[in-house]
C-alpha cells in the first residue's frame, strides 16, 4: 500500500515537474511537442511500472527509493542533485527554444526524439526485468546476485545506457536544438556516477571486477 502511495505521489510530481518546466518558460499551453513528449514518457514509465507493481512489486519499491536523500554515498547525493537541475536546465531551455524560435527542428525530427525517449525509457524497464536488484539509488544490498546476461553482457551499466538515449532524443522531441547543448552537460555528471558508483561495485559486490574484465564497455560498445 505504501509504495502504491508513494507511485501515485510521484506520478503526480512528475506532471507537476513537467508542467511547469515546460510550459512555463514556453509561455503557452499550445506547445504540441510538448504534450506528446509527456505522452510519452508518461505510458513508457507508467505500464512497466503497473505490470511491476502486480508481479514485482519489490523491485517497484527499490525503483521508487530514489531522490539525493536516498543515496548513501555524500559524492552521489550532489550527483543527483546536479542531475535533477540539469533536467530541468535542459526542459527550460527547450522551451525556451521553442517560444523565441531560436532552431528550428522538422516534425520528423520531433517524432524521432519522442522514438528515443521511448526507446531509452523502455531499455531501461527491460535492464529492472534483467536484473530485479536495479534501483535508482547506488547500493549493494544483502544477498545481490550479479547481473552479466542479457543486456548486462553488452555493456556494464545498460540502464544508464538507455538513460542517455533518452536524453538525446529529449530535446528533439521538445522541438530544439540548443536543448542539446543543454543535454551534454550531462555527460560529464553521468560519468562520474559511473566511475563512483563501480568504485563501489568492485569493493561490494562479489564477481564484479573479474565482470568488468569480460565485459570491458560501461555504456556504448567499442567506445566507453
Keep these: 500500500m505504501k509504495t502504491a502511495v508513494q507511485f501515485v505521489a510521484s506520478s503526480l510530481f512528475g506532471l507537476l515537474f513537467f508542467g511547469i518546466g515546460l510550459f512555463g518558460p514556453a509561455g503557452t499551453f499550445h506547445y504540441w511537442q510538448a504534450w506528446v513528449f509527456i505522452a510519452v514518457f508518461i505510458a513508457c514509465a507508467t ?3 503497473l505490470f511491476l507493481a502486480a508481479k514485482y512489486p519489490e523491485v517497484l519499491r527499490r525503483r521508487m527509493n530514489a531522490g ?3 543515496e548513501t554515498r555524500p559524492l552521489q547525493r550532489i550527483i543527483i542533485t546536479a542531475t535533477v537541475l540539469l533536467v ?3 526542459m527550460v531551455v527547450s522551451a525556451l ?3 523565441f524560435g531560436w532552431s528550428t527542428v522538422p516534425p520528423i525530427l520531433v517524432w524521432v526524439g519522442n522514438a528515443l525517449v521511448a526507446v531509452g525509457l523502455l531499455a531501461t524497464q527491460v535492464v529492472i526485468m534483467q536484473n530485479n536488484y536495479a534501483s535508482a539509488n547506488i547500493t549493494v544490498e544483502a544477498g545481490q546476485k550479479l547481473a552479466t546476461t542479457g543486456l548486462y553482457g553488452i555493456v556494464r551499466h545498460p540502464m544508464y545506457s538507455g538513460v542517455v538515449i533518452m536524453m538525446v532524443g529529449t530535446p528533439l522531441a521538445l522541438d530544439s536544438l540548443w536543448g542539446l547543448a543543454a543535454t551534454a552537460l550531462s555527460v560529464p555528471v553521468l560519468a562520474v556516477r ?3 558508483e563501480e568504485k563501489m561495485l568492485t569493493e561490494e559486490l562479489a564477481g564484479y571486477a573479474e565482470y568488468s574484465h569480460d565485459v570491458p564497455y560501461r555504456l556504448v560498445p567499442h567506445v566507453w
Design 88 to 90: 530541468l536546465a535542459v
Design 97 to 99: 527554444d521553442h517560444r
Design 68 to 70: 539525493p536523500m536516498a
Design 47 to 49: 505500464i512497466p511500472s
Design 194 to 196: 559511473i566511475l563512483d
